[in-house]
């Protein structure tokens, strides 16, 4: 089974930052939904932050924005999450997710079939982030 490839997550002290990386090794399109939910044991599931790869429209859950970034880089297969200003609530596991070809409908679309696993099938193994205060 295909899986993307994550990394960056750890442990940082509130008001600083990290960098997600996650590689779609198997990708050969252009035009892709991509992003990160998380999720913590025992609480729902909660959307962060998707990129219509291609053309670059990106959406964000509220209580990110402006402190998070997403960004791709279509020739490294990879996309980006710059978390900057981490509170503690941000602590969770992160799990980059994609639903190939379908990027071209913009970054609305995407995200509102984030939480879709039949949509976003192919799954990275999940990055966790400790934020401490």
């Known amino acids: 089974q295909e899986q993307l490839v994550e990394s960056g997550g750890g442990s940082v002290q509130a008001g600083e930052s990290l960098t997600l990386s996650c590689l779609d090794p198997?990708?050969?399109?252009?035009?892709?939904?991509m992003g990160w939910f998380r999720q913590a044991p025992g609480k729902e599931r909660e959307r962060v932050a998707v990129?219509?790869?291609?053309?670059?429209?990106?959406s964000y859950a509220d209580s990110v924005k402006g402190r998070f970034t997403i960004s791709q880089d279509n020739a490294k297969k990879t996309v980006y999450l710059q978390l900057n200003s981490l509170k503690p609530e941000d602590t969770d596991m992160y799990y980059c997710?994609?639903?190939?070809?379908?990027?071209?409908?913009?970054?609305?679309?995407?995200?509102?079939?984030?939480?879709?696993?039949?949509?976003?099938?192919?799954w990275g193994q999940g990055t966790q982030v400790t934020v401490s205060s």
């Open positions: 198997g990708n050969t399109y252009i035009h892709n939904c």
């Open positions: 990129i219509a790869t291609g053309g670059g429209s990106t």
């Open positions: 997710v994609t639903q190939r070809g379908v990027g071209s409908s913009g970054g609305g679309y995407c995200y509102s079939r984030l939480l879709s696993s039949s949509l976003y099938n192919i």
